[in-house]
């Protein structure tokens, strides 16, 4: 690296622009990291934080927007329980609701109906648990609309009253709507359309014949391998795992999919415009680098100078362009969905640097190409 | 002309046949098809440690190409090269490099130098590269050819005539027992010009270096123990003294 750190310093001047373009390369990335989380965390944070391993919707339900397309009975429910490594299943409802609060303000809620006391029912960050029939534990993030433990939120149209009895532990959200956890007796006393204005009683619950829910909720045994396609055939169902029913959260895919091409693309401008420079740079020195093998330099140790080279370029800036990333990151306003999150981001300076690494290394392979008789004579 | 150090370079030669270069009825044909010249036509050479040797000639004959032979850098079609007793022949492309670096010294016309390095570090690269016992002290090396006071400066900041002597500096630093020199003053001035090759006389007879230098310019010629014209790929007879 005597020959590398050297240069680096003499033209500092090149290398700094070339280390720019690289600081800006991880900005974007860091922010587009961001955004990508913050949607993702949008979408489906009140699925990821859910013990599920896989959810059962309906035979044929279409992926997009399956969880409040999908319709599974009882018969669905004890079939996937019969599955061998099945630890437990619940049904789940899963709809959406347009509500006000007392103060008169509207908001949107993503009702999950999960059995009280189930594996389903989430962790609390304050409050109490399920259980009264008009009780609902809604997502944290809830609280910048206003909402607070004790607020009456009344269903529009069907005026149905649901009380604020508790607020889960973090965010959970889905398609980009805060969710209301509610019993799913309840839950299917308002899907059924049965529902009256008015906190629910029991008579109405006990007497709404609705049995259906959404989809089966199924938890694996600790270290048992589900075998999704048995559960699938035995219960008429067609399921997925936790992580690739995030598709079937509306909008889900079109998002993540846009996000990730536009990383896809920077990613190979990074590799594209640092393999550039390195040609050009190589180019520009191949008098001296034939002069240097002439001398007795050998091709391994001006490959590995040339590639200290591009390492010391790449991580030095794009650590810089991180930090800067970082630095924005925070000032991002509220509302937009964006969260920064350690794997995702480690992953995109990794893949930052990996890349360029490669371009450099296509571009510094030169080297070994260059004739040693070119230093002798006057030609340049 | 009679140069008392030229003397003892001569007696050396029979007694140490070990040293320095020795070249035996080199051919090598550059070019192909219509384009194929011979640039070396049945050369051979004896150059004894501690000797200078100038070679001379018209523009193509193949002065270079007799350097390039000479220095590991391109293989004869036929025909020996022998440095340091080593026949080159017998290394492998791989080797030929390791060679190059502690036995041979280059001084090439311009662009000898890296730009990024200062004139102190242009040795210390080699010595690194080398990395063997035999390597001298950069600073010593440059105080003898008098640019000391200018080891903290990148070639940018240095004259042709300084950059040259730093180039014989970085040829010598190795402990090479073989130097070869390519139009060391092409774009140098009469005075330069002397003074560079006065340091290429003293080096090589003082560290006991077999030294070829291809020049155009019969200025210098006064230096060197022995003159030799290339004409057409073939070596001959010390040029007509003008
Ligand atoms: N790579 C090459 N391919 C084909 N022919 C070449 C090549 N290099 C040199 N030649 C030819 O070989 C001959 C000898 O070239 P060389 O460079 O050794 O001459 P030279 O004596 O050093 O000339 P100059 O004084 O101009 O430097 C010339 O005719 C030249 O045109
Ligand atoms: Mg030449």
Redesign the interface.
């Known amino acids: 690296m ?2 590398a750190l ?2 680096l ?3 500092r001047g090149r290398f700094s622009l070339m280390g720019g373009v690289i600081a800006l390369i991880a900005v974007l990335m860091v922010m587009l990291s961001g955004l990508s989380s913050g949607l993702v965390n949008d979408g489906v944070s009140g699925l990821k934080s859910m013990p599920v391993t896989a959810f059962a919707f309906d035979q044929g339900t279409k992926t997009d927007n399956a969880f409040s397309r999908s319709v599974i009975d009882d018969q669905q429910l004890i079939a996937w329980r019969g599955v061998e490594g099945v630890a437990a299943a619940e049904k789940m409802g899963v709809g959406m609701a347009n509500a006000t609060t007392e103060s008169g303000k509207q908001v949107d809620l993503t009702l999950f109906g999960v059995e009280p006391g189930s594996f389903l029912e989430p962790s609390r960050s304050a409050g109490t648990g399920l259980g009264s029939s008009d009780g609902i534990v809604v997502s944290s993030t809830a609280k910048a609309e206003g909402i607070e433990l004790g607020t009456v939120v009344t269903l529009d149209r069907i005026g149905t009253k649901l009380k604020v009895v508790g607020f889960t532990d973090g965010q959970a959200t889905f398609g980009h709507v805060d969710v209301a956890y509610l019993p799913l007796k309840t839950w299917q006393l308002i899907t059924s359309g049965q529902a009256a204005a008015g906190t629910p009683t029991a008579a109405q619950l006990s007497a709404v014949d609705f049995h259906t829910a959404s989809v089966v909720a199924v938890q694996a045994k600790s270290g048992a391998k589900l075998d999704l396609a048995a559960g699938d055939t035995a219960a008429g169902t067609s399921s997925k795992s936790l992580s690739a029913a995030f598709n079937a959260s509306p909008g889900y895919e079109a998002e993540t999919m846009t996000l990730s091409m536009i990383q896809v693309f920077l990613y190979a401008i990074c590799a594209l415009v640092v393999g550039a420079f390195f040609t050009v740079w190589t180019i520009q020195r191949k ?2 680098i034939s ?9 391994g ?1 001006l490959l590995r100078d040339g590639l200290a080279q591009a390492a010391i370029l790449l991580v030095g800036f794009t650590a810089l362009g991180v930090a800067a990333g970082l630095g924005l990151g925070a000032a991002m306003p509220e509302a937009m969905p964006f969260a920064l999150e350690a794997a995702p981001i480690a992953t995109a300076t990794g893949l930052t640097i990996g890349l360029g690494l490669i371009g450099a290394a296509v571009a510094v392979v030169r080297i070994s190409r260059i004739d ?2 070119n ?4 030609q ?1 | 002309m009679t140069n008392p150090t030229f003397q003892a370079a001569s007696a050396s030669l029979a007694a140490l046949p070990a040293t320095g270069l020795s070249i035996r009825h080199a051919v090598m044909e550059l070019g192909d098809g219509d384009t194929r010249v011979t640039a070396l036509d049945d050369v051979s050479l004896d150059v004894a440690s501690g000797e200078f040797l100038a070679i001379v000639g018209p523009s193509g004959s193949g002065k270079s190409s007799l350097l390039a032979v000479a220095g590991a850098l391109a293989s004869p079609d036929s025909g020996t090269v022998t440095v340091n007793g080593q026949d080159l022949s017998q290394l492998s492309q791989g080797k030929r490099a390791a060679f190059r670096l502690s036995n041979i010294g280059f001084v090439f016309q311009s662009g000898n130098l890296i730009p990024a390095l200062t004139t102190a570090d242009q040795l210390r690269l080699v010595n690194r590269l080398a990395g063997g016992p035999k390597t001298f002290d950069p600073v010593a090396l440059l105080e003898s050819v008098g640019m000391a006071h200018r080891a903290a400066n990148r070639p940018g900041q240095l004259s042709g005539g300084e950059r040259q002597r730093v180039g014989i500096a970085r040829a010598l630093v190795t402990g090479a027992k073989l130097l070869l020199v390519d139009e060391p003053t092409a774009s140098l001035d009469r005075a330069r010009s002397r003074e560079v090759v006065e340091h290429l006389a003293r080096q090589s007879h003082e560290h006991g270096v077999a030294t070829v230098m291809v020049t155009h310019d019969h200025d210098v010629l006064g230096y060197c123990d022995r003159v030799l014209e290339m004409v057409d790929g073939r070596l001959g007879a010390p040029a007509p003294v003008r």
């Open positions: 005597f020959l050297r240069e310093i003499f033209a008098h001296e002069v240097l093998r002439a001398i007795g330099a050998s091709t140790y040693p008789l230093a002798l004579g006057g340049r």
